[in-house]
């Protein structure tokens, strides 16, 4: 499964890749980082096919996760990903702003890995 994950803040490359590091060795996930959402969509578009699903932050500069997210919903990526949002900020208000433009789920941070694991193996190969 290839899995975009975007965030601004640099040390979620190595946080993922320790989290998941069975996973990747065995060649069941494949991660690509983006640093921002601007970077994100130009992943997208050059890899048009490849990220079933992108986990992104909602707080970033320049493009939030939140307009990641209208952009990508705007945009014909074929099959469309899957979104995931992950936020500090686990109030009603952005969890119903994802919801409302398209996010198939919502996560808090601290990510808790064995929830987001779990998530992910129902998601299937």
């Not at 989290?19 to 994100?40: H, Q, T, V």
């Not at 578009?45 to 500069?61: F, G, Q, T």
């Amino acid at each position: 499964m290839k899995i975009l994950v975007v965030d601004d803040e640099q040390d979620v490359k190595i946080l993922f890749e320790q989290k998941f590091r069975n996973e990747i060795r065995s060649g069941a996930i494949d991660f690509s980082f983006a640093f921002s959402g601007e970077e994100a969509i130009s992943f997208m578009e050059i890899h048009n096919h490849e990220a079933v699903l992108i986990l992104s932050d909602i707080n970033m500069p320049g493009m939030s996760g939140l307009e990641l997210l209208k952009n990508i919903r705007n945009k014909d990526f074929e099959p469309p990903p899957l979104v995931m949002i992950i936020t500090a900020y686990g109030d009603d208000e952005n969890r119903e702003m994802a919801k409302s433009l398209g996010a198939d789920d919502f996560l808090t941070k601290p990510v808790d890995f064995g929830e987001l694991k779990a998530k992910l193996s129902q998601l299937g190969p």
